[in-house]
């Protein structure tokens, strides 16, 4: 498990991290979208799932333990989450 104090940027990394906090918002072309903050004893970082369909809205909620994987950039770009 990576911690996100450690993520370096344009790596892969995979872990359990919080959701500190997940809004729906949409973009220019009215489509959905999550954006997260997740969080870890080391800190915070941002992320987005592109396309959020309904059961995303429900599934991936604040408070919520979640696995996932992907590349850092400014932000976290998801791979897979859990």
């Known amino acids: 498990m990576v911690k996100i104090n450690q993520m370096k940027k344009d790596e892969l990394f995979e872990g359990f991290y919080l959701i500190k906090s ?15 903050v997740f969080q870890d004893e080391t800190g915070t970082i ?15 909620q604040a408070g919520r333990v979640v696995h996932m994987s ?3 950039s400014t932000t976290i770009r998801l791979r ?3």
């Open 22 to 36: 997940a809004d729906l918002r949409q973009t220019r072309a009215g489509k959905n979208y999550l954006a997260f």
């Open 46 to 60: 941002e992320g987005k799932l592109w396309d959020a369909q309904p059961h995303n809205v429900e599934q991936f």
């Open 70 to 72: 992907g590349r850092r």
């Open 80 to 82: 897979s989450i859990s």
